[in-house]
């Protein structure tokens, strides 16, 4: 089993940055990639970026490339997102999730990020 634990999320004006982290624990060794997606009431939720567990592949979805990046620590264990120029319509719930084989496997409890206009 894996445990994905968020933080970093707040209330924030447009234009403003934030960093959310996502800390993994157990049998990390089972991850191959892990990824931040992000829900709004009402809506499925989207995929936002994803990291190999190396560290040297990414992926990011068109709303939020230029903007947000995704990085990991190796040493900690830890995937971070760093969200800059940020948009009213990024506002969400946003859940960290690590997986192998296509599939995502563990996700966290997720972290709600507000920005306001």
């Known amino acids: 089993q894996v445990q994905l634990v968020e933080s970093g999320g707040g209330l924030v004006q447009a234009g403003d940055s934030l960093r959310l982290s996502c800390a993994a624990s157990?049998?990390?060794?089972?991850?191959?990639?892990m990824g931040w997606f992000r829900q709004v009431p009402g809506k499925e939720r989207e995929f936002v970026a994803r990291?190999?567990?190396?560290?040297?592949?990414?992926a990011y979805a068109d709303s939020v490339k230029g903007r947000f990046t995704i990085s990991k620590d190796n040493a900690k264990n830890t995937v971070y997102l760093q969200m800059n120029s940020l948009k009213p319509e990024d506002t969400a719930v946003y859940y960290c999730?690590?997986?192998?084989?296509?599939?995502?496997?563990?996700w966290g409890q997720g972290t709600q990020v507000t920005v306001s206009s």
């Open positions: 157990g049998r990390t060794s089972s991850l191959y990639f």
């Open positions: 999730a690590g997986g192998s084989a296509g599939n995502y496997n563990y």
């Open positions: 990291i190999t567990w190396s560290g040297r592949s990414t």
